[in-house]
């Protein structure tokens, strides 16, 4: 039994706080965000040349990388890229993932279709001369990207030029991760070899490691303001029915991390308990975070109802999370199926 | 990073596995999951004749010497074999640790290895009716008197007292210092003059815990832990291992209901339904497995920190307060499956009654080893580093 990280996945951490803290401060966000494109483009070459998109990096590495990114709601697609897309790609697309040149997101959802990484069913279809057809919706940095890998009827995954299709924002209420609907009209594609199997255990994973990031992050600003905040003559943190908010969610933040580091170890490792660690680490770390996110709401008052603090921006990147793939009560009823029968 | 077993933990547990299957029998188990103390006295010797108690302890005073890890091992499978704990769990959680980081050697000796076999019980005397949480507050006084500490006042609250040969207890030895620095540990023989344990009947019926009145008790003026006015600090390793290694011991527990849970969901209930088809029932077991699953991965989290760094990590002081809560939710849980069938709590109720003395008791754990409240308010300033309340 060792439950730690290796001194160089702590190096690491180090690193991207500091990294990220200095090139791409959270209060730097909002402007980014708010605007267009809505990333910072020049800020790929940037994670590239720092090694995360390094084939060898392992799952363990990448949730590390991903707490940070996530507490620091970098915008931009490296959570597309790596989080999702980076299963299907063959060493040709690793070598310019990993060089900084290519930025790919993936193509799953379509209306009226189940949202969940493990949906085979599709109307979008690939011809024999490898054309694909077809809208998909809910695209994450769509329009930050360079291809995308899509999911065709039967589940295969082929990979389409973002160029070569139609890109439509969509209004998203988490501006740092903008979704898509893009549509393909004969785009070409190529093959790419392994299916959504491979992405699922792993995008649920790197979700939980950056929901973890934000739950963190939200309850540093609330703790912050709890400690400074007086009201009758005391400061506020010293109200138990404010600290008790911010203990309860840290609780839960700090519960669910365990359950993080499990899911992605028994992953990379192939363990056996590989899918009902993810379903468990996905849905209550996400869940974490929105509830830490709603507790430091109210512990801030007004202020945290306000556009200007940053902390509506967390909340929605919580949320984002907690509904991406499948959701909380799926999961649940995925556990239920291995643990009742 | 990695949660496998190393190969001599491996061995372990094989060993403690084909212990289990033979020396205990899950079917003949009392009924109704009450404690039966000449059972679990047997039963405690067993274990201990097998050489799995005090696994961590040091060798010369009947432990094993062997790591943490172990200890979790020996959890897992208490586990999964469904058998009871040794009885002696305040002797082994609270009495034995706080002894061997205090207790001269004379100490160690005379106590520690009977309190491993289960041969003298322990219990705690802290609360008092006038100090609950606020254990500084204590008013039980002892006084020299030649070689004799003269022990006068009351204790509450203090689980196996009725059956317990030996008490660790918080006395005032000082009532001109400052509250704190007042304060004595001392270690007193239950069968002396002057002890008299009234039961006090819980909301189960059953008389778990008690009071405990001193009379002009006299514990031999060695029987302390520490220097006179070192009570606070060695009070505090008590409830440090309290909230420490008991941390395996109740997330074991609430795997044992959770696993009796399933069991329960998956039978037809007393109206016929089997909760277990039902999607509310299974997102509620869903729940409560996220839960158990976050805590033991926590108390993996801790236990790691403590085996490289020494101490335990800040995660480790949410575990207990997150444990009572949801073994509350769990066993209210199973209760609710039974419907109104589910108020027979004996012969006749489902289990002989085994789930409604489980939910009552398990009222108890956000009142018990710092309550809910205290917990909470520890955790907002010395994890989170809030401005102190009091």
Known sequence: MDFAFSAEQDMLRVAAKEFLAEQFPLDGVPAIVDGEPGWQPDSWKQLAELGWTDPDLTLLDHTVLFEETGAALLPGPFFATVALAWPAFDDELKTQVSNGDLRVSLAWAENGRPQDLRHADYTTTVAADGRVTGTKVLVPDAAATDALVVVVDGGALRLVRTADADVRALSTSDRSRRLYEVSFDNAPSRALNGSLADIENRAMVLAAAEALGVGRRALEDGIAHASTRAQFGKVIGTYQAVSNQLVDAYAAVELARSLTYWAAWSVQEGDGDAEVACAAAKSAATEAAVTACEHVIQVLGGVGMTWEHILHRLYKRAQWLESFGSGTRALRARIADAVIG | ?390
């Open chain 2, 1 to 390: 990073m990695d949660f496998r077993d190393t190969a001599e933990e491996a061995a372990f547990r094989a060993k403690l596995r084909d212990w289990y299957a033979g020396n205990f029998d899950a079917e003949k188990m009392p009924a109704a999951g009450r404690p039966d103390v000449g059972f679990l006295r047997e039963w405690s010797r067993r274990l201990y004749d097998g050489g799995y108690i005090g696994l961590t302890w040091p060798k010369e005073y009947g432990g094993q010497g062997l790591s943490p890890s172990y200890q979790a091992i020996y959890f897992e499978e208490m586990v999964r074999a469904q058998a009871p704990e040794h009885i002696g769990v305040i002797g082994l959680n609270m009495a034995g640790p706080t002894i061997i980081a205090w207790g001269t050697h004379e100490q160690k000796e005379r106590h520690l290895a009977k309190l491993l076999s289960g041969e003298e019980i322990w219990c705690q005397g802290f609360s008092e009716p006038g100090s609950g949480s606020d254990l500084a507050g204590a008013r039980t006084t002892a006084v020299l008197d030649g070689d004799h500490w003269v022990v006068n006042g009351q204790k509450v609250w203090s689980s196996y007292a009725h059956i317990a040969d030996w008490c660790i207890l918080v006395v005032r030895t000082d009532a001109s210092a400052e509250k704190h620095a007042g304060l004595s540990y001392l270690l007193v023989d239950m069968h002396s003059p002057g002890v008299e344990v009234r039961p006090l009947k819980q909301i189960t019926g059953d008389p778990e815990f008690n009071e405990i009145f001193f009379t002009d008790v006299r514990v031999p003026k060695e029987s302390i832990l520490g220097k006179p006015g070192d009570g606070w600090k060695v009070a505090m390793t008590t409830l440090l291992h309290e909230r420490g290694t008991m941390a395996f011991a109740l997330v074991a527990q609430l795997r044992q209901h959770f696993t009796r849970l399933v069991e329960l969901a998956r039978q037809p209930a007393p109206d016929g339904s089997v909760p277990a088809n039902d999607p509310v029932v299974r997102d509620a077991i869903a729940r409560e497995w996220v839960e158990l699953q976050s805590l033991a991965f926590t108390n993996y989290r801790t236990l790691t920190t403590l085996l490289t760094k020494g101490q335990p990590g800040p995660e480790s002081s949410v575990v207990k307060l997150v444990w009572s809560e949801a073994n509350q939710r769990l066993t209210k849980l199973a209760r609710s499956l039974q419907g109104l069938s589910g108020m027979l709590d004996d012969e006749g109720g489902v289990w002989d009654g085994y789930w409604q003395y489980r939910q009552l008791r398990s009222r108890g754990n956000t009142i018990e080893a710092g309550t809910s409240e205290i917990l909470r308010n520890i955790v907002a300033e010395r994890v989170l580093g809030l401005p102190r309340s009091r």
